[in-house]
């Protein structure tokens, strides 16, 4: 079972590396076509997601080899050896560090200070029991848009077992409200900064084309799950 669902968020991954891949492109394509600053920035944030989930994959995929002669208690550090590849690559980048924008940064470390407590709660615990099992996809989208995805998928993956369902909602997740990815997030800020008269179209187009993206794709998820998952 172990095995299987490793190879479903291997898979989910894969399609997520794809995809973001795309949309960079085309990101970046359209910032500079339409002299776009803000998109110009989103298509590099997308970029940057790809490498991330790289290294994660690769992570994955060390810690799940089996323990050999070399390594008797198993491979399973290579995921925080992960973790602090991804760490050390923003740590070499001093400017990066001094643009960092710390307020947002620190708003997010309290979602999940935030999550950590609040999957304590015994009611709310047997809430998301009852509510994750079976509807990953659904409980996915619906936390990210208001925790954002990350501390979504952190929140969620406590209580359910189909942790390739939940990869696909938290990633679908990241559409639809400016909450739900922090990419869009940095995106927005960017833009309120450089084009503050623009921002509240910009808002406002962001938001109609993340909601309309976000229903294609759900109805989609559920047309594949529905003919070639059952």
């Not at 509807?135 to 077992?161: C, D, K, M, W």
Request: net charge neutral; proline share 2%.
């Amino acid at each position: 079972m172990a095995d299987n669902g490793k190879q479903i968020a291997m898979r989910v991954s894969i399609v997520s590396v794809a995809v973001n891949m795309l949309l960079s492109v085309l990101k970046l394509a359209a910032g500079l076509i339409a002299h776009s600053g803000a998109m110009v920035s989103d298509a590099v944030h997308s970029a940057s997601d790809v490498f991330s989930t790289f290294v994660v994959m690769i992570g994955v995929h060390m810690a799940s080899k089996e323990a050999d002669e070399e390594h008797p208690y198993g491979h399973e550090r290579m995921e925080c050896v992960a973790a602090i590849v991804l760490a050390a690559v923003l740590l070499t980048d001093r400017k990066l560090l001094a643009k960092v924008d710390y307020p947002l940064l620190l708003t997010f470390v309290g979602f999940f200070v935030f999550i950590g407590n609040v999957g304590r709660i015994p009611a709310f615990r047997d809430f998301l029991q009852n509510a994750v099992a079976g509807r990953e996809v659904v409980a996915g989208v619906a936390a990210s848009q208001v925790i954002s995805n990350v501390p979504a998928a952190l929140l969620l993956s406590g209580f359910t077992e189909d942790y390739g369902r939940l990869l696909v909602g938290v990633n679908l997740g990241g559409l639809g409200t400016l909450i739900a990815s922090m990419a869009s997030l940095i995106s927005y800020k960017y833009v309120a900064k450089e084009e503050s008269a623009g921002k509240g179209a910009y808002l406002a187009v962001f938001t109609v084309s993340n909601l309309c993206f976000l229903a294609a794709l759900v109805a989609f998820d559920g047309l594949w799950k529905h003919f070639f998952l059952q």
